[in-house]
């Protein structure tokens, strides 16, 4: 395979002109923050519909890999990687002999807004990557991006400043290599950091989590529900599931395509959300996730080199795939379908957003609304 990858991009490589390469963006520095958006508190504007719902009824729109809106050119390290993806990107930047980060970060960068624009634009939930980097926890996607304690004080100064707003956070991905000790110090600065809005299993009782009320979370000043890891750090020893203040990974159900391709991936979204409103319940007391994303594979990166039109950037092909999407949340609000209790999408907020809008939507439904969508062929995405 990677014999037919290096004689491809030896025929390319003479036909590149470097001025093509995307060119980094959001790279570690000045807060991208910049947008205080009008739903910034449309939980509190539709508390009359939200406050007798539990966790496991509500729908948050989330972003996914949230804390990769800035990265470093350093890969981060760990078991995990590289991926085929990364793999294919650092045997492409070897073969024309420039800088692995030149191929990766544009299809790492998974946001463009800081978490705390992101939550003021209107998201609810937080996909927060955590990885060790040898010195200190920082989120990363395939490179090391911001320190985690950046994204907590983030989270914090939204905590404070929106009372009447419940966000979920689930930290996962401990990769890095961290030990037991470090594993805990994480857990230890989300708890300094965040501790005096959780809403952990012990303030919960015996509730299950997907049982908990956004009410009462509310009322209580517990807006914040954290589940650690996703079952990663189990392997060293990690404190996570064993926490009083955070829920344990197997609260969160999630629903990925893995793939790069819109159309399928709208497959894929559809059928999970037709099997989510006809579900009797299996898993009680849980949350359901949809992700709403594409992803890149070998494919995708080798044609960022290919001349035409193909996308160069997880960005580009996001953006280009955003008004499908958005026609399908709309089809799914019109035939009383709920997408699971969290619909996770990259690059959040901007033109073009529909996650927002269409939680908020979903959440004003009838609670005996039923979804008529039905699994089917979609035109192909161009």
Known sequence: MWDRIVVFLAFLAHRIDAARLTPRANTVGPSQHALRADNADWMAEDASVLRDMTLGEVVLPGTHD???????????PGSRFPTPWEAAAIAIAEDLGIGVDR?????ALTQSLDVLAQLEFGYRYIDLRA?????????HHAEIGVPIADVLNDIAT??????????????????????????DELLAMVTKTLGEFMAGPEWARDKAFGDVGIGEMVDSGRRLAVV???GDYESVGGGGGASKTTWPPEVLHNAYADADDPTAVMKYVRGKIVEYNNSSGELPGTMSKISWTLTAQTKTVIGMFEPGTRPRSLRELTERSRPAFGALAEEMVQSGCRAGNIMSVDFG??????????????????????????????????
């Open 131 to 139: 990885g060790w980097n040898g010195t200190a926890w920082c989120a």
């Open 66 to 76: 949230a804390g990769a809106y800035a990265l470093t050119s350093k890969l981060m």
């Open 158 to 183: 939204f905590m404070l400043e929106h009372p009447g707003e419940v966000v979920v956070m689930q930290t996962s991905h401990l990769d890095g290599f961290p030990d037991a000790t470090r594993v």
């Open 103 to 107: 191929v990766i970060t544009p299809w």
């Open 349 to 382: 907020g901007g033109a073009g957003d529909y996650a927002v809008w269409a939680a908020r939507a979903m959440n004003h439904m009838p609670r005996d609304a039923s979804c008529s969508l039905k699994n089917q062929e979609l035109i192909a995405v161009t």
């Open 228 to 230: 650690f890891g996703d």
